[in-house]
């Protein structure tokens, strides 16, 4: 007798398995900064002034992610209600462009001029250089243009004057196009960068602090044509470039040598850092954006979410310094006062705090911060007390 019901056995029902699930596409650096500054908002580009101020305050996660994300910082500041209030008048704009044509002219003979008197020692002056066509669509095809005519100029072993070439840097996994003022190839190779500025050089010396923002600019100048060099044979670029500016109150063009080794390193340290938004954008809150379509508040919130390292210094770098600085200044944090005193107060974060530890009422006598504070108190008090009292101070 069968086992099985008539008709024959049962129909085999094939095993069924419970689908796996599959894996989510994990967010790309790309689509999580898209997300940041709204998916219908373009990135804002970083040129080399925004990248040298990036140099500046490496310690400021704020700058280092709106900057990565391509946030424009000026819509975002305006938003808020603290506009940027800094910026290059008309007057100098005109001023430094009739300047920089002036040292350009005849094909650049002045300025190779004084490359070769500040760089090139007992050797003479090139009569002409090779000045390539660096004309070409779009950013990206000039600095393929670029490239091509520094490799060509580098093979050819003579002197070439790239008047405004264009540079790319990768910056948080897109490209940042960069346009120094020129760059020059000597024959052995050897690329320098000139940058030509239109604030005086009195008895061969400038400003500090602009002759500082010049070579943090150019070392991101060298770091970008380092990419190049390192596919170009022979190629070696300059760590000391070329800063041109007016001779003392005159139109007419002098050279100084700047080192910008340690400008560069700094540069390269920040940008490595920026490539790595990815970890400070992983830390804010679901839902942050700094979509210039959201409303004050929204974006207030989104702003105060990123930590910054405001200074005084950055009133002359960044366009939310103002907004950085109103809040540091709520906040009593001692930051306001700068970065100087910032390092002299050690954990000694706010004013109303340093204020309590002066007065005995706050913080430990054995740390040596809050010792010198009292001691300062002290000798401020003895000495009003001996002017109220009609003695004289000593």
């Known amino acids: 007798m069968s086992e099985y019901p008539a008709g024959g ?28 500054r709204g998916p219908a908002v373009a990135p804002h580009p970083l040129d080399a002034r925004a ?27 305006t938003a808020l209600g603290s506009p940027a209030a800094f910026g290059q008048s008309q007057f100098a704009f005109v001023r430094g462009n009739a300047f920089e044509a002036k040292v350009k002219a005849d094909g650049g003979t002045e300025l190779l001029r004084l490359l070769v008197e500040r760089l090139g020692g007992d050797a003479d002056a090139p009569a002409t250089a090779a000045v390539p066509d660096l004309t070409a669509a779009g950013p990206e095809g000039r600095a393929a243009r670029t490239a091509l005519a520094l490799r060509e100029a580098t093979a050819a072993g003579g002197w070439a004057l790239l008047d405004h070439p264009m540079l790319a840097l990768e910056v948080a996994g897109s490209p940042a196009y960069l346009e120094p003022d020129a760059v020059v190839v ?32 150019s070392a991101v100048y060298v770091l ?17 470039v070329l800063l041109v500016c007016p001779k003392d109150f005159s139109n007419l063009p002098t050279a100084s040598v700047v080192d910008v080794r340690k400008q560069r390193a700094v540069t390269s340290r920040q940008l490595t850092r920026l490539t790595r938004v990815e970890d ?78 002066a007065a005995g009422k706050e ?32």
């Not at 500025?197 to 500082?212: E, H, L, R, T, Y």
């Open 280 to 357: 400070i954008a992983a830390a804010l809150p679901e839902g942050t954006t700094f979509d210039p379509g959201c409303s004050p508040e929204e974006l207030g919130t989104a702003v105060e979410a990123v930590p910054a390292a405001y200074a005084p210094e950055c009133l002359a770098a960044c366009e939310l310094a103002f907004h950085c600085r109103s809040k540091a200044r709520a906040e009593g944090a001692v930051e306001s006062l700068g970065r100087s005193v910032r390092g002299e107060l050690g954990g000694l974060t706010t004013v109303a705090g340093v204020l309590a530890a």
């Open 51 to 77: 990248l040298a101020a990036l140099a500046a305050n490496p310690g400021c996660k704020r700058r280092a992610l709106l900057d990565g994300a391509g946030v424009d910082k000026a819509v975002l500041a």
């Open 186 to 217: 000597h024959p052995d190779g050897t690329w320098t960068v000139v940058e030509i500025k239109s604030f005086p050089m009195i008895d061969s010396s400038a400003d500090a602090a602009k002759v500082g923002a010049a070579a943090r600019q």
């Open 363 to 394: 913080g430990d006598p054995a740390d040596p911060t809050v010792a010198a504070l009292r001691r300062a108190a002290t000798l401020r008090a003895e000495a009003l007390a001996g002017v109220e009292g009609g003695v004289p101070c000593r």
């Open 9 to 36: 056995p049962p129909p085999q029902i094939p095993a069924t398995r419970t689908p796996s699930p599959q894996p989510k596409p994990a967010t790309t650096l790309r689509q999580r900064l898209a997300e940041l």
């Open 224 to 240: 970008a044509l380092e990419r190049i060099a390192a596919k170009t044979e022979g190629a070696e670029v300059a760590h000391r």
